[in-house]
């Protein structure tokens, strides 16, 4: 029953009835919705996935065989999105690293040439991630103080004193074991 009122919307939908798509968005929208939610664990990711599933949906409806449950293929979909979602973002996480580096060389390269005395701390400084860096370089040479950095930064103060206490344990391993 559930299925011939899916494919019934979904004919409707294909001669350019736009309420039956309506319906039948309305009708998936909070199964589709919730499938997200736990595959991300995420609420703004989950609603930004359902949107751009829904859309694809819209745009290839034509494609749909009507060989399974609307559901189904609305599902493949949404997984499809989301796994390219999260291959883009180890991509552009790994671009922005090697970007980076590359400007860290390249500020290392021009403060030798200047004369400039470039300390393999602030090399390694450098490599720690930017969540951690930011607190350190504010705390510990701008002088912040850790409720100054926490509202700079909109995260707690206990955050910040973590991030920066785990920061310079870091450090200290990477000093250690290069001694």
């Given amino acids: 029953m559930e299925q011939e009122e899916d494919i019934y919307l979904i004919q409707e939908a294909i001669t350019g009835d736009d309420d039956a798509f309506t319906q039948l968005f309305q009708k998936h929208y909070s199964f589709l919705y919730k499938y997200l939610l736990k595959l991300t664990l995420n609420e703004e990711t989950s609603s930004d996935l359902a949107q751009e599933t829904m859309m694809k949906c819209y745009t290839h409806l ?69 969540e951690t860096r930011t607190p350190i370089l504010l705390r510990h040479y701008y002088g912040y103080t850790y409720e100054e950095i926490g509202t700079m930064l909109g995260i707690r103060t206990g955050t910040v004193k973590s991030r920066v206490h785990n920061g310079i344990k870091t450090l200290r391993k990477e000093w250690d074991h290069d001694e």
């Fill in 62 to 130: 034509s494609s749909f065989k009507g060989e399974g449950k609307f559901s189904t293929w609305m599902i493949s979909i949404a997984s499809r999105l989301y796994i390219d979602s999260i291959r883009k973002k180890e991509r552009e996480k790994k671009k922005a690293h090697r970007l980076f580096h590359v400007l860290s060389r390249q500020l290392s390269f021009r403060s030798k040439s200047n004369g400039m005395e470039w300390s393999d701390t602030f090399s390694d400084f450098n490599q720690l991630p930017p």
